[in-house]
């Protein structure tokens, strides 16, 4: 072979070797490019995640305090009804005493403290122990 095909040979090889570097250059710059995006994209779901977990603690946290602040309106209001119901039976001593006293006829028996009837929507309700009360994550 005459030296001037060689020399052609030899720099059609050089020419596709430059070209397979160039297409492995354009190749890396998009996969570098790829990278970069996936990589924003990763950081702006992990600050979204990031936001969203502080509302939830938030929220958590809120409903924690208006699930302590019902129990204790529900005690509040146990303990009210308690001294209510002390309050009427004292009453009705007094009152059943001064009518023996003034020899009225008693208009109550023995057991003039009636147990109250159960309301039927309130059957399933039961009284919550003071300091007894859970949150439960689901």
């Known amino acids: 072979m005459a030296p001037s095909v060689l020399r052609t040979r030899a720099a059609a090889v050089l020419r596709m070797k ?4 160039d ?7 998009r ?11 990763s950081a702006a779901t992990k600050k979204e995640h990031e936001t969203n ?4 603690e938030a929220s958590h946290m809120t409903i924690a305090g208006l699930t302590e602040i019902g ?16 309050e009427k039976a004292s009453l009705l001593q ?3 005493g ?9 208009p ?6 009636e147990e109250l009837e159960e309301d039927p929507e309130e059957e399933g309700i039961e009284d919550i122990p003071i300091g007894e009360a859970e949150i439960v994550d689901e």
Not at 23 to 29: D, G, H, K, L, T
């Open 94 to 96: 007094t009152v059943h």
């Open 53 to 56: 977990l502080v509302a939830l």
């Open 18 to 21: 430059q070209i397979a570097l």
């Open 71 to 86: 129990l204790d309106t529900i005690q509040e209001q146990h303990i009210i009804i308690e001294a209510l119901v002390e």
């Open 108 to 113: 109550f028996d023995d057991e003039w403290e």
């Open 31 to 41: 996969l570098r490019a790829k990278l970069a995006t996936e990589r924003r994209e």
């Open 98 to 106: 001064l009518q023996e006293e003034n020899g009225a006829p008693a």
């Open 23 to 29: 297409n492995q250059s354009r190749m890396i710059r």
